[in-house]
């Protein structure tokens, strides 16, 4: 449906005029319903090594709907059909994507159109015990960003830490627009086309109880719970917890080194880059 209607914008006439295509996919949003024909056969589905049939404490959100979408504890059964479905509806999606770059070349618009592809969120489907967004591991903030297009290097990857405010700067860089004074981000092309990394450092939020901040390597969650065991902005009473991930040799943080002697430094810095980042945005958790 998004497809053909994308296609067909690209196919009418619009002169020498520009214009921006915004395409929004539902999929692959739950509910996860492949179409017929593009279903994956969940026993050809292999769990991630970080798969736990339930999360070790309270994160503060863990009735939200999104936790509710499977049986507690988790089953690897239940864990593999949703997956088998989101992979489902990912290669439809993808195959999509492929008809409107189609449009593209047969119109005689790609030597002129840049191309973003991209997502909001990721999604946990029994990582860490967990089935939502709702959390800061890296399988729910990390998403794909690809762009391709006129003056856009080919074949190069950008291994900085970016957010989506970087996107809109890349947009404006590319479109030969200023900088938006107002904007936060930068973009991801250098004058010279170089594709450059914005940052190297992220800090991160969700709701009252779940802050993170990371280096290119280290990253730090510090949970928060409510002070009278109600459920603040979540869904749950949450827990006063901290994790610490060495995202290099831990890419599917699964060894919390929080209480390890040897990383205490990299814990206090951290801890301090993320007290200095919440105040330099305001965060009102901290009043």
């Given at each position: ?163 989506h405010g ?8 590319l479109a ?112």
């Open positions: 449906l998004f497809g053909d209607a994308a296609i067909r914008f690209i196919e009418a006439d619009h002169g020498d005029d520009p214009f921006l295509l915004y395409v929004a996919f539902t999929a692959p949003h739950d509910p996860r319903t492949p179409p017929r024909g593009w279903e994956v056969d969940a026993d050809d589905v292999v769990l991630p090594p970080n798969f736990r049939t339930e999360h070790p404490f309270d994160n503060g959100d863990m009735n939200v709907r999104d936790e509710l979408l499977a049986e507690k504890p988790r089953s690897a059964s239940d864990v593999r059909q949703h997956i088998a479905d989101y992979y489902g509806m990912i290669a439809h999606l993808d195959h999509t994507v492929g008809r409107i770059v189609a449009a593209l070349d047969a119109t005689g618009l790609s030597d002129d159109t840049v191309v973003i592809y991209t997502g909001d969120h990721g999604l946990a489907i029994g990582q860490h015990g967990l089935m939502g967004k709702q959390n800061l591991y890296e399988h729910s903030l990390r998403v794909p960003l690809i762009v391709a297009g006129p003056n856009v290097p080919c074949g190069e990857t950008c291994g900085g830490l970016v957010w970087d996107t809109t700067a890349t947009i404006r860089a030969g627009l200023n900088p938006d004074p107002a904007g936060e981000g930068a973009s991801l092309v250098a004058a010279d086309g170089r594709v450059r990394a914005a940052r190297d450092r992220h800090g991160a939020a969700y709701e009252y109880s779940q802050r993170s901040y990371r280096d290119e390597r280290y990253k730090l969650i510090v949970y928060r719970g409510s002070a009278d065991g109600n459920s603040v902005n979540g869904t749950s009473p949450g827990s006063d917890r901290m994790q610490l991930f060495d995202l290099q040799d831990d890419p599917w943080e699964m060894a919390n080194l929080a209480e390890d002697p040897a990383y205490a430094t990299i814990r206090r810095r951290l801890e301090e880059e993320l007290h200095a980042w919440r105040e330099s945005v305001g965060d009102p958790s901290l009043a």
